[in-house]
């Protein structure tokens, strides 16, 4: 849940630099008058515009999300020194904390996206160590269903009028007298699937 919360924030903040970008594309002459106004080039309102859309559009698809955020807490802290200094002015002040929160909004961003490989590189490294004790638990499983049948040859192969079994399967054996010549025999009897 806290991921899709953590979309859904950074889509959000994302939202203001694409308008904002968007809006600058559409009026340069605007934006560059305003550049001018505190004393920056005109011919900064393109570039910045381009900027600004392209770092939304990254933030809210997340791609590079940790440079993106960087880079815009970096843009957002240069207008509040540009553009919103006269922290006086009761319009310039609310407008400084706007940025400000901004600026904390894409630090969480980044924070987050940090946590999330952080918990990828955990989940990896616990899943092969998952594999790996599956791995020795079929082992150690082998192992011991060798020494089930050895032990079960063995004791085959120890049994009155067993010299002639040869075979180590899994298998039965019980004396009977089958010939009714009064002598037990032998008798060795495979396991079926169903008498396991």
Request: charged share 20%; with cysteine; proline share 3%.
């Amino acid at each position: 849940m806290s991921k899709v919360a953590a979309i859904i924030g950074r889509f959000l903040i994302a939202l203001i630099f694409i308008f904002s970008g968007f809006g600058k594309l559409i009026d340069p002459a605007g934006t560059g008058a305003a550049l001018a106004g505190v004393g920056l080039s005109p011919q900064l309102a393109i570039p910045v515009g381009l900027f600004e859309l392209a770092g939304g559009l990254c933030l809210a698809a997340g791609f590079m999300v940790r440079l993106v955020a960087l880079l815009l807490a970096g843009f957002t802290a240069a207008t509040i020194l540009f553009f919103h200094n006269r922290f006086t002015d009761p319009q310039q002040g609310v407008m400084a904390l706007k940025n400000l929160a901004i600026i904390g909004g894409l630090a969480l961003a980044f924070a987050h996206s940090q946590m999330w490989s952080h918990y990828y590189a955990i989940a990896r490294e616990r899943q092969g160590e998952i594999l790996a004790n599956k791995a020795e638990a079929r082992v150690r499983e082998a192992e011991l269903r060798a020494e089930r049948a050895e032990a079960e040859a063995r004791a085959l192969r120890s049994a009155p009028g067993a010299a002639s079994v040869t075979t180590a399967a899994p298998a039965t054996a019980r004396t009977v007298d089958t010939d009714c010549d009064g002598y037990a025999d032998t008798v060795v009897r495979r396991r079926r699937w169903f008498d396991w």
